[in-house]
């Protein structure tokens, strides 16, 4: 379909602030009066407090006031509190601290006494599920949301389950959750090739490159946040639980968020720790967060130890799949990251017949909350390199194990047999197999330069994308012009403006003439699903075609009243509604606005659906009087879930003698339906490139067992790439087909272009060593060492936290 | 309340405005924070805080800065960063603190047309230096330095925040390499994470300004 906007590139409305310095982040914001606080942050790993001591400290000039866990309303176990006097992992915020500047503040936080009981705790799922072994929390050490809402409990296996483990493998003791379709006896006795793996996947932080610092104070009633996050609308509700006020009351500024990668994707405790704060004290609260806080509050991705048994028919048709997950879930009620990536394994490789089994373990470490693809990119990176495995003992290419097990339009997958809206990713490894040149590229596998020796390698991920059942909201003004007001956010992508394109693509106005209002709650936003789950592609595309929609139907009822006839008898073009018979028979978009305005109720904004969320009426009722207002709930069908998949085919030079290697070239391809903006597709799929290559090859948690203590806490530490850690140029493709139950047939992208990026270098790495398999990630050089010259690892095969 | 009104360019001496006033009419506007109010947040333990610190401590003096044209005059304690002074005296917060301890290059300006990272820079140590922000590129009439220009039509940004570092060390780069090749960006960059992990879209934004500057 041709479109006039969708599928086309344009200039951001709030990029020109990003180069001019003048976007405004959280802490780049002052406030008359404001003060400082600092955090007092546990230095143990699980510790009850028994008493605090603060007279010195708030008897120093200036300190303004200190806030406690005890300040705060109780918080139902296990979720996770806003302050605590129990901490569960080194640097847990205990309290906070105002003073008239921060130097001060921090000084009087080191007046403060604690006296801390140190409790047992545990950085190691394993040892905690031992008879006998460490649990991380008082009351228990596993922990997570179940179908009756969030649970804690305590579990553990017996030695017999370890010791059955057999050498190196993963023991499989009584899971917390499992499911199973088909026949998995018949799927391994029919086949070829049957292989049983253990392998660990990484926890790590997300290291947004903005710490979550916050800016919060009262005014007549109302409690301001600005805030770093993902999301604008979605969040408000939460914050204003955590706050302890209604949602009305809460004014949320979320214009600009310097990274958030599913750390920052709704409302988080520490937000609230300056509006309480300056609750009490009476006066505006700025709460800058260091690198090393952010390290700690800014939460981690899981990490796994898992087991997988597999069995391929000969031409590589994946026929069976056990798969048991123990997941490492911090101290709170953490992720469902390992019953995410169960369902992938179901939808990327449509085993015939599947079981899962799973188990989230407390830890001592920071919290656990998605990160970019959470479970579905670890298990990619757990995956594809045994689908590489398999392709080489059944004789048969790594690009045709992954196509023959790829889904497709009829695809079932999952315990619920749940269908898709659409999916390519058969396509998208022909397309990328075509554009990387993948028959001639793997005859350069092996080939010696010195010490150098090149691989190439492909992988694929999958994430959800897209949901429905929010509300769009845009005004066409007397002035001619479209207000599209959109609460989703600024990730940082640019979908809140590529989303809310569509709403004037439908009303075929002039993009010149349109403006996004977004960024401040205060600026009537509709309610929006927040900026995470790489789902705004396809649900803020249907919001926004809805509200257009209930304008169009508005403008031809409109014309009809004033220009005579049915309101079928109209249509709109050239930002008029006309008769079809005789466009000369028209209104202007902006007569007609005009014309709401004087006609109220449901034309004006006046009047509203009842079926929109109450923050959608609110934003209705604050725009009414201003123009015609076209506001709606997404309810158009959507059959099965929207899934995004991409594909990644990396080459890289290993260096054997060293272990490092230099990726030479990248290329991704995403299965996201329609195109909605080309430039920042690519960024995606080149950005997540790069989030991949620290997934796989760089970044990781390192805790000392022993203390409980991070040994990863800076970002070289971590560590993230830099740019001489990536190829120079990166390609960017995509499949680009329509997806059936989308409105300009797109989905979303965001997390699996990380994983495949991910996955294609450990593919990549183990081609070059010749068909080396380390089940573990990240891949360090030390690891590749002890490979080419047939030395053991200086790990175990299920240490976790390795350095 | 907040200060978005407040233009520092226009708070200096060479306005024809007295210190009195400047500090009047910084005071009300609430661009700038008490003195010596800001941490030097290195992310080290609460203990390593500089001992000069102590007690809101140190001894400020009133120093000339030379920021982006502009004299500025500004009390500036012993151990402040000039990332600090910038963001919380001058109300330039368009240099951002990703790290505060030299990791990130989110903080990266111009010394002297030498980029540097403000966070591990003592602001006592730029007197009589030519001081160039993310906010002095922009030409008075609103045009955009062609790195700026190139980085907006290349998509080069993602969350942004990382951005204006990246660009002083493009600035850098082309004031005294104005031909750079792909990789000699690419040197250049490698100061400055993003974790977006925009750098082929930074990397085109730069070759892109490479023949315009």
């Known amino acids: 379909m041709a479109y006039d906007l969708v ?22 914001f002052r406030v008359e009066g404001m003060v400082f606080c600092r955090l007092l942050t546990s230095p143990m790993p699980h510790a009850k407090i028994n008493s605090i001591d603060a007279s010195e400290a708030l008897a120093m000039p200036g300190v303004i006031g200190i806030l406690t866990a005890d300040d705060l309303p109780p918080v139902q176990a296990p979720n996770k509190p806003i302050l605590t006097n129990e901490p569960h992992y080194v640097g847990e915020p205990i309290l906070a601290l105002a003073a008239e500047n921060e130097t001060l ?42 179908s009756g809402g969030a649970y804690v409990k305590e579990t553990k296996w017996s ?35 049957i292989m049983d793996e253990t392998f660990v996947t990484q926890g790590l932080s997300h290291h947004a490159l903005e710490p979550r610092s916050a800016l919060s104070y009262w ?9 770093s996050c993902q999301s604008q609308s979605f969040p408000v509700p939460f914050l204003a639980g955590f706050i302890g006020i209604e949602a009305a009351n809460l004014v949320f500024v979320a214009e600009f968020c310097g990274g958030g990668f599913g750390a920052k994707g709704t409302a988080y405790t520490e937000m609230a720790i300056p509006a309480h704060l300056s609750k009490k004290v009476g006066r505006p609260v700025m709460m800058r967060i260091s690198r090393a806080e952010e390290f700690f509050v800014g939460s981690a991705r899981p990490g796994f130890q898992g087991r997988i048994k597999m069995g391929f028919r000969k031409d590589g048709r994946m026929l069976a799949a056990d798969l048991y997950i123990v997941q490492e879930n911090g101290p709170d009620v953490g992720m469902n990251d390992y019953v ?79 269908k898709v809206t659409s999916a390519y990713l058969s396509e998208a490894y022909a397309k990328g197999a075509k554009e990387f040149n993948w028959d001639e590229r793997v005859k350069q596998s092996g080939q010696r330069n010195g010490s150098k020796v090149i691989g190439v390698g492909l992988g694929a991920a999958y994430h959800e994308a897209g949901y429905s059942g929010f509300d769009g909201l845009c005004v066409l003004t007397p002035e001619g012009k479209l207000n599209i007001h959109t609460g989703v956010g600024n990730l940082g992508t640019y979908s809140h403006t590529a989303t809310s394109r569509v709403a004037a693509e439908t009303l075929k106005m002039a993009w010149e003439n349109c403006e996004v209002v977004r960024g401040d709650s205060r600026k009537h936003l509709p309610w929006n699903l927040a900026q995470f789950g790489s789902n705004t592609s396809f649900t803020m595309t249907r919001t926004n075609y809805v509200a257009a929609m209930d304008a169009i139907a508005k403008l031809k009822e409109i014309a009809a009243t004033d220009l005579g006839g049915a309101a079928d008898d109209y249509d709109i073009g050239g930002e008029r509604v006309f008769a079809k018979a005789d466009a000369s028979k028209f209104l202007t ?15 004006s904004g006046a009047e509203a659906p009842d079926n929109l969320n109450p923050m959608t009426k609110a934003a209705t009722a604050g725009v009414a009087g201003s123009g015609l207002v076209g506001v709606a709930k997404d309810t158009l069908a959507k059959e099965g879930s929207a899934p995004a998949f991409a594909t990644g085919f990396m080459q890289v030079e290993v260096d054997l003698e060293t272990g490092k290697y230099e ?32 997934l796989a090859g760089y970044e990781r948690h390192v805790y000392d067992p022993q203390n409980g203590l991070p040994a990863c806490v800076g970002l070289n530490q971590s560590k993230l790439p830099t740019i001489l850690d990536v190829p120079s140029t990166m390609g960017a493709f995509a499949v680009d087909v329509a997806d059936p139950m989308n409105p300009v047939g797109a989905r979303g992208i965001g997390e699996p272009v990380q994983g495949c990026a991910a996955a294609a270098l450990l593919s990549a790495i183990s081609d070059a060593l010749g068909g080396h398999y380390f089940n573990r990630v990240p891949i360090m050089p030390d690891m590749i060492v002890n490979a080419v010259n047939g030395r053991t690892q200086s790990h175990t095969p299920l240490q976790v936290n390795t350095y | 309340m907040t200060v978005e009104s407040f233009d520092p360019a226009t708070a200096t001496p060479a306005s024809g405005v007295s210190r009195r006033e400047i500090i009047k009419s910084v005071i009300a506007s609430g661009a700038v924070v008490s003195a010596g109010s800001i941490l030097g947040l290195s992310g080290c333990s609460p203990g390593e805080t500089p001992a000069a610190a102590t007690s809101a401590g140190g001894v400020e003096r009133l120093i000339s800065l030379n920021v982006n044209g502009k004299v500025r005059r500004v009390d500036v304690m012993p151990q402040e960063t000039l990332a600090n002074t910038l963001r919380y005296k001058l109300g330039l917060t368009g240099t951002k603190l990703g790290c505060d301890r030299g990791e990130c290059g989110a903080c990266t300006l111009l010394i002297d047309d030498v980029p540097v990272y403000s966070c591990s820079t003592l602001t006592h140590n730029v007197r009589g230096r030519n001081v160039v922000t993310i906010e002095g590129l922009q030409a008075a009439d609103g045009t955009l330095h062609p790195v700026q220009q190139a980085f907006v039509e290349e998509l080069s940004p993602q969350c942004g925040f990382c951005t204006p570092g990246q660009i002083m060390s493009s600035v850098a780069l082309l004031k005294s390499n104005p031909s750079p090749t792909r990789d000699e960006v690419r040197q250049a960059l490698s100061g400055n994470l993003c974790r977006c992990g925009a750098y082929d879209h930074y990397l085109n934004g730069v070759m892109r300004a490479a023949g315009r500057v």
């Open chain 1, 7 to 28: 599928g086309k590139d344009f200039t951001p409305p709030d990029i020109v602030a990003k180069v001019t310095g003048k976007a405004k982040y959280s802490e780049d």
């Open chain 1, 159 to 193: 030695a017999r389950d370890f010791a059955s483990a057999g050498e190196g493998q993963l023991p499989m003791g009584p899971p917390q959750d499992e499911w199973q379709y088909g026949d998995m006896e018949a799927g391994f006795a029919d086949a070829a090739y």
């Open chain 1, 663 to 694: 990726i030479t070239d990248y290329i991704g391809v995403a299965d996201c339906g329609t195109v909605l903006h080309p430039m920042g597709l690519a960024q995606q799929i080149k950005g997540g490139g790069v989030h991949g290559i620290g």
């Open chain 1, 340 to 418: 995410s990536a169960a369902d992938a394994v179901s939808l990327v490789y449509t085993p015939e017949n599947m079981r899962f089994r799973g188990i989230p373990v407390q830890t001592n470490t920071p919290p656990r909350v998605p990160q970019r693809g959470p479970g579905q990119n670890q298990i990619a990176c757990a995956i594809e390199p045994l689908l590489d495995k398999a392709a080489k003992e059944l004789g048969i290419s790594r690009l045709d194990i992954r196509t023959v097990n790829a889904p497709n339009n009829g695809t079932i997958y999952g315990p619920r047999k749940g």
């Open chain 1, 589 to 603: 978009y902006a007569q007609a606005a005009q014309r709401a305005v004087e006609l109220g109720g449901k034309f």
């Open chain 1, 219 to 227: 005014q007549n009633g109302k409690c301001f946040v600005h805030a």
């Open chain 1, 105 to 146: 503040a921090q000084d009087a936080i080191e007046k403060i006494k604690i006296d801390f009981e140190p409790l047992p705790y545990t950085v190691d799922p394993l040892q905690s599920l031992y008879p006998g072994g460490p649990n991380a929390r008082s009351d228990g050490n596993v922990a997570g949301r179940g």
